[in-house]
């Protein structure tokens, strides 16, 4: 997979009262962007500095919580914003901007094209991403800058464990290059999945599935876990092509609301749920549901109250 040209990422779209991070490309090629940025990674950022700096929270819950969290790995515990990892400034790129009101506290990003559990990009000597049950990442999955997963017990996650109690912004690029397979509820086939709003009591848990639908489409659904065992639509289907389908998110926890764009295009807006809290999944994660799925690009940023 190819990565973002900083340069080419420019015009940012604002809605009123709603702070979209949305922008639009002026290059055909949204994902080609220096390698080096994938050493951006997460970092601390100096407010002064990153006035425009945009940044991402991340937790996430997922409907196989008592399938995935069975297996869960040596996750950092404790307070989860008190050790959110923070990066210089000068580590973020300019051109990595999506939304002007957002300082970045926490940005996590992954392309496939190396192991993404030895990434360590601000360097406090945890890796960015775990494989959930402590496991080793199955590097032999890599291929063309793409990580091609067939095994529910194989989540990838942010690393350490976040409250994501701020607007929270994700990004991930990912396809069911098997289909065609009808969703289990919603959840199937390539899956990210973030918890936010973390409380003492409660959260938001919500997830993407990308599924294949026919031999010539894709499409894309938006849910929200709705107590135990209940998913709650709250956008799509969406129809998409066969190839990776380009999902971003903008959370909000404090008005408990979500927006949604596919391939660039806005899909809509919607109010997610709070269940109670059963199980401490405070992270974004990348999954193959059922089947199997495909990422070839994940990136998850909290940004600071």
Known sequence: MV????????????CSGCGRFWYEELATNEHERDAGDMDAGRAEVD????????????????????????????LSDGSADAQTPQ?????????????????LSVLWEADFSSDPT???????????????????????ELANGAWTSASIDRALDTNPRTNFTSRTLAEVRMRDPLGPSTPAN????????INVGYTASD?????????????????????????????RLLLGPVSAGTGFVHVELALEPSTDSVEMRVDGAATGS????RIPIDTDDRYATVIAATGQAQFDFVRVAHCKP
């Open 47 to 74: 407010d002064a500095a990153t006035d425009a700096a945009a940044g991402f929270d991340g937790s996430t819950q997922g409907p196989a919580d008592a399938e995935l969290d069975a297996a869960k790995g040596p």
């Open 87 to 103: 990066v210089d400034s000068s580590v973020v790129d300019a051109g990595e901007i999506w939304d002007p009101g957002c300082t």
């Open 3 to 14: 990565s973002i040209v900083p340069a080419l990422l420019t015009v940012l779209l604002a």
């Open 270 to 273: 919607a109010t997610f749920p």
């Open 203 to 231: 959260q938001g848990a919500l997830f993407v599935s990308v599924v294949r639908t026919s031999t010539t489409a894709q499409q894309v659904w938006l849910y929200a876990r709705d107590g135990t065992t209940q998913h």
């Open 118 to 140: 030895l990434l360590d990009a601000n360097t406090d000597g945890s890796p960015d991403f775990v494989v959930r049950g402590g496991s080793a990442f199955p590097a032999s």
């Open 186 to 193: 919603g959840y199937a086939a390539a899956v990210f999945y």
